[in-house]
Every structure is written in C-alpha cells, then in structure tokens.
C-alpha cells in the first residue's frame, strides 16, 4: 500500500524532496566554511556547483509516477497555449487532417457498400444475370426471358449449379374499404436457399409451397412489414387478401433482402400463371444463376447462346435476326457501366485526396518547427532536457491529431449521411446499406495521425540534439538539411494544383451537362399532372369494352371535379412513349424493318399534356369509345414514313396488336391527324416515331391515368383514389405521383448525383489545393525571414516583398495548372458518355476553371506574403 | 567549438554510466545523497564535471525502478537525511552492468593494444 500513500502524500514528498536538496547545500556550505571560508561566500559556491534546484526537483518529481498525470496536464495545457498562440497553423493543420480522413472514408464507405458489397447474398461474387443483346442496334433487347426459356436454360446447363426466376406482378392488397398496391414478385423453387437469406421472423417459402394444391402464402419484406404494417408480429400466420386471393402471411425477410425490389413474394405454382402486370400479356422473368467456380463468364455465355439459338426457331418474335446472350457479374447490374467507372476513378481520387490532405500536413508541421527551431533550441540552452522537448512536441502533435481526427470522423459521418440521403433510387440496389466503412475510416484515421507524429516529431528529435548555441546561432535558415525538402513539397503544390483543376473542369462539365438538360424542350408540359398505373384485374378486365365500362365513367366523373381541367387514360408515362412495335404504311415499301412506339389513349390524353395539333384533328371521346380505329401520329413518323406525303386519310398497321392476348384481328387504323414532336425516349435520346389510337381497341398492355389539375398535382392524389375505389374497390392506383416527380427521378436524379459527388470533390480538392499553396508558402517565407530583413533594410520595399512570394507562388501554379489542364483534356473523355450538351473540351469551362484556381492561389499566396513585409529589419537581423 | 563539443558528448556519454557508478557507491552502504557526490568526486579525481545536482534525479529514477531503496535517519550531526542503500534487483543490475562494462573495455583495450 506504499505507492497508494505516496500518491495522497504528495505534500509530504515534496517536502521531503526539498528537505533532500537543502541537505545537501547545508552540507557543501558547511564543508567550506570549514575549510575557513566566510559561510556568504561558501553558500554562492555551494549553489554554484549545484546547479539550478528548481531545474533539478523538476527532474527529481518526473521520476515519480504519482506525477506523472500532472506532468502530462501541464505539457496539454502548454502545448495547448503554444498552439493557440499560432492559430492560423493549427486550423490550418487541424483543417487538412479533417478534410483528407473525411473525404476519403466518406466516398470510400460510398463505393466500397454501392459497388463491392452491395447484397449480403450468399456468395454473390458468382452470382450473374442474363441479357439478350441485338448485335445489329448493339443494344440491349431485353433482360428478361420466357418462364420456358428459363425453364430449359436451368435444365440443359451444366456450368451453373442454381437458378431462379422472378415475375413482378402487381398485388392489391384488400382489407375493408382500403386498397393499397403492393410490389409483388413470384419466385421460382429454391429462390430463398439460392440467395442464402435467413429470414428475420417465421419462415421462407419451402419446397412444399411450390407444389400443385399448396395453400397459397408469401413472405413480406422487411422494410413493408416495418413502414406499412407497424412491425406488428402478430400479423404472421395471418390471412391477407391479395388480389382476390386469401394468402398466409408465413414469414418476414431479412432485412437487407430485397430481391425484384419485392414488397412481398409469392410462390410461383406450376401450370399456367395468370397476371395482372404484363405489358403485352406474356410473362417475362428476371435470371439470375450461380455459376460454378472455375467457370467463365464467356464459357457460360456460349453454353446459354445454343440455347437460345434453338428458341429463336420457336419464339422467332421474341429474338432479333442476330443476337447473342450476355452473362453479366451480379455487382454489375447494380451500377450502370458509365457510373461504375465514375466511381471508380472517385475512389483513386479520395487516395490522392488522403494523400494529399497528408502531405499539407507536413509541410505545416515543417514549416512550423523551422521557425520554432530557435524557440526550441533557447530551451534546450535553458536546460530543458530532450525528453522534455520530445514530450511538449508530442503533446502538440496529439493536440492535433486529435482534433484532426475527431472532426475528420464528424465530416465523414456527415457525408456518408449526405451521400445516403441525396443518392438517387434506382441508382444502387435497393439491398445497399449506405454506412461508414469502419477500416476505411480507421485507415484514413491512422494515416493522418502517423503523418501528425511523424512530422511533428521528427524536427523536436532533431532540435534537440543539435547543439544550442549552433541552432542559436544559425542565421535563420532553420534546421539543417530543411532545404532538400524543397523540391519535394513544391512537388506536393503542383501536384495538389492539377489535380484540383482537374476536379474542377469535370465539376463544370458537370454542372454545364446538368443545365443543358434541364433546358431540353421537351414538347409537353409536366406541371400540374398527375400520373399513376392502374393494374386491372386481369379476370374480369379482359377486353377493350370491359376497359371502357371501367375508365369511361372514371374519366367522366374525374373531368368534372373542380380542380382537374383534363383526365386521360395512357399506356406510359412520358417522357417515355407507348408500345413498340412493327409498322406498315400502306403504299409505302421498304426492304428494312420499321419501327414505331403506339400509345393507346383516350381522346383527353394530348390535352393533358398539351401537345399541339399540327395537321387535321384529334379522335373524340365518341370515337374511343367505339373503338374507332383511327389514329394520330407525330411529326417524326411523317417524316420518316411518309417522306413529304399528305399522312391525313392514309392506313397504318401496328403488328403488335395481333399477339396481343386480345388480339386485334385486323390492326389497320386510318391517321386522322399530326402532331408536334414530343420526347419520348427520355430527355437525351432522339424522338421516335409515335402513334396515339384509342385505348378501347383491344383490352391487353397495362393501363394508367395522366390527370391535369388547376393546383398542386399532388394534393388530388386522394381524391383520385377515392374515385378510383368508388369505380371498382379491388383497383388501386400504382405509383401515384406528379409527372415532374416522375422526370426528374427518372431524368435528373442520377445526373444531379454526379454533380453532387463531383461538387464536393471539386471542393475539397480547391480547399486542399489552397491550404497545400498557403502551407508550402508560408515555408518558404518563413525561411527567408532572414533575407527579406536585410532587403527591407537595404531599401526593398513592402511591395517588392510581397511581389517576390508572389512570384514564386505563382510559379507553382501556373505549373500546376498547366499539368492539371493536359490531364482534364486526358480524362474528359472518360466521362464523355455522361455530358450532354457540352463539349468535353469546352473552351469556356477551361478558362473559367484556370481564372478561379489562379485567384484562389494568389489569395493563399497573399497571407505569407503580408507576413513577410510586416518583418522588422532589425530583428530579423538581430539574430546574426 | 570543437572542443566545446567534445565536451559535450563527453557529459552525453557519462550521463550514462553515472547510473553504474552510483549503484557501484551505494553498494558499500546505506549513504545519503552529499555522500554519494563527494565519494564519486573523490574517486574519480573531479573527472567529472556535472553539476552536483544532477545526481538527485538520477537517484530518484533509481530508486522508482526498484534498484535503490531509501530511508530517512539521522546523520552523525542529528541532522536529519535521507539515506540510500542497494536492493536486490539493484545489486543483480550492479553486476551486470560490471560485467558488461568489464567485457567492453577489455575488448577496446585488446584493440588499442594490439591494433
């Protein structure tokens, strides 16, 4: 219990300490006097060869472990003092450490969750899907395949060992006088043991559930069991009526399983399937197959394309003249290609950024401990032992690495946040947790901190073992050696400097594309509709005048509502237009196949969108309902089809009709008007051929309503439903939402994403690219403090001063700007792809990029600069 | 200068070994901090010049490290002091570090010798 009483005693032991010391002195004194000394004299020798006794207790006290905490508050409290009394170098410091950690965990957490580990599926790595490409359009013709196909793919395969299929289909969800839509989806046998997901309560879909007679159930998604039904487990076990039919409830997904982005699934049951959602009453199933190890992608591909060969013969509608079958890494299909490699280029600027966030660092702590090397070395002179300095240099430099990492850690927090919450949907998969990566940011953190030590304490290991009276005496040229690091850091600058025109230019492009997009005209006005899909019983909505008992009423009551000014039935959604499909124009021959997209509408539709009529005349609500078949085509199609011929009173033919399950036995219509172009491939594809016909001619495709209102589109969401539900009970509207929701999620989302990750790495590289000029500036300044004296004192003036550090800074600019520029024009063409409407050498862009990043340069210049003319001659040349 | 800095590592390089030559001096018997000072002064004819505080820390991280034990007691005079004397451990370092040095100068005087 000894070292216990020694720590509550500590009085006593400073005491004693004390008494010790004095001993001695009384002894020395004594001893002289002795030796007949006067006892005054004797006394001055005696602390003479003593030493310093305050110097020497300190020591004695550092020993002592009880002291050692107080020890360590005081060199804080020091360091702390000596830090703030440099406070534009600790911000400075703190600033970059922060930014480099943050910036890199943040985007790293970023790619590394949206592109390495998007699913926590068993095995994904293996996991691949299949496409159907048209090596004529090299296009992609479809992802999705026949349920036979998927059938014989699965069972002539030997290089895959599973595959599964699913269907979405669209479920109302009946519970008294409430309908809601949910997304369903039915999987094909095994799908859950194929993925590997254990469910989160009850259990999965069972090989049983598939069998012929089984009762019917499904398994809910987590995140609807939580968000829809209250994360209520007694629900489980419970019947739900789901489209006309009672199914149990038997399980709840994991919570990261979202396979089909599936609000529930179904077993598919043998035999034929009836659907409500198909687009031209076939079934088209999404592949997925897990391919054996060892096995290419390629091998697989071939193996499948024999397949699909033979299916072409039966189905010879379903393929192109020359096709061949894709096998595409499951990680992939998550991430566009364009995006992927977006993002791959992010991740090898966040290392340059943790780089480069590191290297600033230590120009700062360079830069600091030359113009503290004669602080230090007064120090030494003074007797402060080398332990000492190291550890007031170590305190400092935890001081900031500490709160470099704490807020380097709060910035990536806020961006991962950031990133999470402005990441559009349908960009990742909707498996993907967007979190902070916790070796990522360990990583970030420990580089950043061993940069803090390394570099704060190499000088304080070098200045204290100099000399003293050498460091004392050194003209101001700091430690030596200092000066070989000079080529090195004005490296880092340039380096810095280029990369942040780099980012820059990319940024603007960005930022033009996005503006240039959002001016597109697209023909049609979004503002003030609403727009929503209507899946039909498929039992009882078989034909067109079944469709028409439905919407005509529908439409009728809707259009005389205060509030809506036009109510119409469409096939899609713009600026995504109709159907597809093979188009003859009667005498008119053509050896190529023509192509245009139908959408079967009622007579409000080009009002609702206000799409102008050019030539003869819109078909009328007598018309559609009749089931006329008239139709009214746009300028595209009478350009490319009618080749300056009046299209008024001529017959076209739209093949596709005849597969339809309705078919439509003769499917000629007689074009009874033209209108203006409107987009209908998106905002950045050219205009296709478009055909409008009634929508009553055949009671097949999926069905949906475009409503005009006078006020907010979305606030008639309600009302819409109520006399939706009023119509049929067992209909509910899919996706309800204004068109401009639906643009800009489809249209701007994912550019304006880019603009957002590019904008903060622009940023971070411009503040980076800053602080690298200032700190590496503010070196040399520093460093010439001593020259710059004598200047002034031989008659320099301020000016010529400041204009000196200019000129040097502005030389590692203008080097910088030049190397970052040749790499913009280098790199502009991997994101071509993703611009539009601007030149990826776009002159102004470039120019404007260059001015901002001279002005921000100079101004990082400027601080050391004024710093140097404040300089007084004499003591800068005191030191001499 | 160069001979300032020859001093220099002189005291740098003694720094060192004076932890050895206290414990060599304690090792005879309980003996308070002067005593140690004029012993190690007497016997090494003031070869060294270190101020004759820097002894005290040097006692008190010995003592922190187990190899010196102390005690107060009165001197001759009545004053009272505090007295030093070797622990086991510190005994075991003693010799060990005797040892080392004995190796040491055996091998650089074999060298100055014969070289």
Not at chain 1, 303 to 332: G, R
Not at chain 1, 664 to 673: A, D, M, N, T
Not at chain 1, 721 to 743: C, G, H, Q, S
Request: charge should be positive.
């Amino acid at each position: 219990m000894k070292w216990l009483r020694r720590f509550t005693e500590r009085a006593l032991s400073e005491k004693r300490l004390d008494s010790e010391l004095q001993f001695h002195l009384e002894q020395r004194t004594a001893d002289y006097v002795t030796e007949g000394i006067p006892p005054e004299e004797a006394h001055r020798r005696a602390r003479l060869e003593f030493g310093g006794v305050e110097r020497f207790k300190e020591e004695c006290r550092e020993t002592h472990w009880e002291n050692q905490w107080d020890i360590l508050v005081r060199d804080f409290r020091f360091a702390l003092g000596s830090l703030r009394k440099d406070r534009r170098f600790a911000c400075a410091a703190i600033f970059a450490l922060a930014l480099g950690i943050g910036a890199s965990t943040a985007i790293f957490s970023v790619v590394d969750n949206a592109l390495l580990e998007p699913f926590a599926y068993k095995d994904s790595r293996h996991l691949v899907t299949l496409h159907l490409r048209d090596l004529d359009q090299a296009d992609d013709w479809r992802g999705l395949f026949l349920y036979d196909e998927f059938q014989e793919f699965s069972k002539k395969n030997d290089l895959f060992d599973g595959m599964v299929a699913n269907l979405q289909e669209d479920v109302v969800y009946s519970a008294d006088e409430n309908s809601i839509l949910l997304a369903g989806n039915y999987v094909t046998p095994g799908t859950f043991e194929f993925y590997g997901i254990a469910p989160f309560l009850g259990r999965s879909l069972e090989a049983a559930d598939y069998q012929a007679g089984a009762p019917p159930v499904f398994v809910m998604r987590y995140k609807t069991w939580v968000i829809r039904f209250g994360a209520n487990a007694s629900l489980l076990g419970k019947r739900f009526n789901l489209n006309g039919v009672p199914r149990t409830l038997v399980g709840v997904a994991a919570p990261r399983f979202a396979w089909g982005g599936a609000e529930l699934w179904m077993p598919r049951p043998p035999g034929e399937l009836k659907i409500t959602r198909s687009f031209d009453g076939r079934q088209y199933w999404g592949v997925v197959a897990h391919i054996r190890p060892g096995v290419s992608l390629k091998q697989a591909a071939a193996n499948l394309n024999v397949i699909a060969q033979h299916f072409s013969k039966v189905y010879p509608k379903d393929y192109p003249t020359h096709f061949s079958i894709e096998v595409e890494s499951f990680t992939h299909i998550v991430t566009p290609r364009e995006f992927r490699r977006a993002l791959y280029l992010f991740s090898a600027a966040v290392g340059l950024l943790l780089l480069i966030g590191c290297a600033n660092v230590a120009n700062l702590l360079l830069a600091r401990a030359t113009t503290r090397a004669k602080e230090l070395a007064v120090r030494a002179a003074l007797g402060a032992s080398r332990l000492r300095l190291v550890r007031q240099l170590l305190a400092e430099s935890s001081l900031l690495a500490m709160a470099g990492a704490v807020l380097g850690i709060l910035l990536a927090w806020a961006g991962v946040r950031t990133i999470a919450a402005v990441l559009p949907d349908f960009t990742i998969a909707s498996e993907t947790v967007i979190e902070m990566n916790g070796a990522a940011l360990l990583f970030a953190v420990a580089a950043g901190v061993c940069t803090v030590f390394v570099f704060g304490l190499a000088p304080a290991l070098k200045a204290s073992r100099c000399n003293p009276e050498e460091a004392l005496r050194d003209t101001g040229k700091g430690l030596s050696g200092a000066a070989a690091g000079v080529g090195l850091r004005n490296t880092v600058v340039v380096a810095e400097v280029a990369l942040s025109v780099a980012l820059l230019f990319t940024a603007s492009l960005f930022v033009r594309s996005f503006v240039a997009l959002q001016r597109v005209p697209l023909g049609l006005q979004t503002d003030h509709v609403l727009s929503a899909r209507i899946p039909l019983p498929p039992d009882r909505y078989k034909t067109g005048a079944q469709l028409q008992s439905f919407f005509g009423p529908l439409l009728e009551r809707l259009k005389s509502m205060p509030g809506i000014t036009y109510a119409a039935e469409s096939t899609t959604r713009p600026p995504y237009g109709g159907i597809r499909s093979e188009v003859e124009v009667s005498g008119r021959a053509h050896s190529d196949k023509w192509y245009t997209l139908f959408q079967l509408c009622s007579e409000d539709y080009l009002s609702v969108l206000r799409i102008p009529t050019l030539e003869g005349r819109r078909f009328t609500e007598a018309e559609v309902k009749d089931a006329r078949r008239v139709a009214v085509i746009n300028q595209t199609f009478e350009r490319r089809y009618f080749d300056k011929e009046d299209p008024i009173g001529r017959k076209i033919q739209l093949d596709l009709l005849r597969d339809f399950p309705d078919a439509v036995k003769e499917p000629q219509f007689e074009v009874i008007g033209v209108v203006t172009d409107a987009r209908n491939r998106g905002l950045t594809e050219p205009i296709d051929p478009e055909v409008w016909i009634p929508y009553t001619v055949t009671g097949s495709a999926m069905r949906g309503l475009l409503v005009r209102t006078t006020n907010d589109a979305s606030a008639m969401i309600k009302t819409v439903a109520r006399e939706i539900w009023a119509a049929d009970p067992n209909v509910a509207m899919a996706e309800p939402n204004t068109l401009d929701y639906f643009l800009d999620l489809f249209t701007f989302a994912q550019p304006r994403f880019g603009l957002w990750i590019v904008g903060m790495f622009a940023g971070m590289g411009l503040l980076l690219a800053a602080i690298g000029v200032y700190s590496v500036m503010a070196y040399n300044t520093a460093r010439r403090t001593h020259e710059f004296g004598l200047r002034v004192a031989l008659g320099a003036a301020a000016r010529d001063v400041v204009r000196m550090v200019l000129r040097q800074g502005l030389r590692l600019l203008v080097l910088g700007m030049v190397v970052g520029l040749g790499a913009s024009l280098a790199l502009s063409r991997i994101i071509t792809n993703q611009l539009w409407g601007v030149s990826p050498y776009d002159p102004m862009t470039l120019g404007g990029v260059a001015v901002l990043l001279l002005l921000i340069g100079l101004m990082a210049c400027w601080v050391p600069a004024r710093r140097a003319t404040r300089v007084d001659p004499m003591t800068a040349l005191r030191y001499e | 200068m160069a001979l300032e800095k020859g001093a220099q590592e002189k005291a740098e390089f003694l720094k060192g070994t004076l932890d050895m030559l206290i414990l060599k001096v304690v090792a005879a018997g309980a003996i308070h901090g002067y005593a140690i000072s004029q012993r190690i002064q007497q016997i090494s004819k003031d070869f060294f010049q270190l101020p004759q505080g820097s002894l005290y820390p040097a006692l008190h991280r010995l003592e922190e490290r187990g190899w010196l034990d102390a005690e107060w007691n009165d001197t001759a005079t009545g004053r009272e002091a505090k007295f030093y004397k070797l622990t086991r451990t510190g005994r075991k370092q003693l010799e060990a570090e005797m040892l080392h040095w004995e190796k040491l100068s055996d091998a650089v005087a074999l060298i100055l010798r014969t070289a």
